[in-house]
T-cell receptor, first 116, second 115 residues
Framework: AQTVTQSQPEMSVQEAETVTLSCTYD???????LFWYKQPPSRQMILVIR??????QNATENRFSVNFQKAAKSFSLKISDSQLGDTAMYFC?????????????FGKGTKLSVKP | EAQVTQNPRYLITVTGKKLTVTCSQN?????MSWYRQDPGLGLRQIYY???????DKGDVPEGYKVSRKEKRNFPLILESPSPNQTSLYFC??????????????FGPGTRLTVT
């Protein structure tokens, strides 16, 4: 069974600085997807970024980028130029695209606080 | 506006009183799913549906029912709610093809309290 581990329950960063959130996962699959979701105090789950396992190039979305290390089963999220609006819970998630398609396996989350 | 809607957003009920949480999406997505979020446990899948009339159990299906009679709707039914079903519930949908395939879009959540 797949598992997703986020080892940092809480983190803080100063506004405008860079922060990296860690995520590791365990799977025997070779084809899968990885996601980072953001949950601000409003509780809405917002997709931040996704990575396909077959792509070697790391995904980027504006200030958000990932460091995907397939052999190490590591998928960290880097937030550059942190803004107060980035304060949220961040969840790493794994998905196997075949079979039980769309069954996202979530980590327990990292609470990020951006300080002015 | 493309969205997933859930109703009600907040619900307080008593043990054993049947309830339904509705979920609707306007993006023509084939796939829909229900999750519950509990402190320290993250989000866990309850049920999912690949398409109309096709549903299957997720990781924590006990005490829940679903139906998918129309593509846009995927209600979650608690026939006899119990206090351990007090949780924050999310509905999600995703397309199965295209550039955004497998990306799940979440509703705003339903906070359920069972006393």
């Amino acid at each position: 069974a797949q598992t997703v581990t986020q080892s940092q329950p809480e983190m803080s960063v100063q506004e405008a600085e860079t922060v990296t959130l860690s995520c590791t996962y365990d799977t025997s699959e070779s084809n899968y997807y990885l996601f980072w979701y953001k949950q601000p105090p409003s509780r809405q789950m917002i997709l931040v970024i996704r990575q396909e396992a077959y792509k070697q190039q790391n995904a980027t979305e504006n200030r958000f980028s990932v460091n995907f290390q397939k052999a190490a089963k590591s998928f960290s999220l880097k937030i550059s130029d942190s803004q107060l609006g980035d304060t949220a819970m961040y969840f790493c998630a794994f998905m196997k695209p075949r079979g039980s398609q769309g069954n996202l396996i979530f980590g327990k989350g990292t609470k990020l606080s951006v300080k002015p | 506006e493309a969205q997933v809607t859930q109703n009600p957003r907040y619900l307080i009920t008593v043990t054993g009183k049947k309830l339904t949480v509705t979920c609707s999406q306007n993006m023509n997505h084939e796939y829909m799913s229900w999750y519950r979020q509990d402190p320290g446990l993250g989000l866990r899948q309850i049920y999912y549906s690949m398409n109309v009339e096709v549903t299957d159990k997720g990781d924590v299906p006990e005490g829940y029912k679903v139906s998918r009679k129309e593509k846009r709707n995927f209600p979650l039914i608690l026939e006899s709610p119990s206090p351990n079903q007090t949780s924050l519930y999310f509905c999600a949908s995703s397309p199965r093809t295209g550039a955004r395939s497998y990306e799940q879009y979440f509703g705003p959540g339903t906070r359920l309290t069972v006393t």
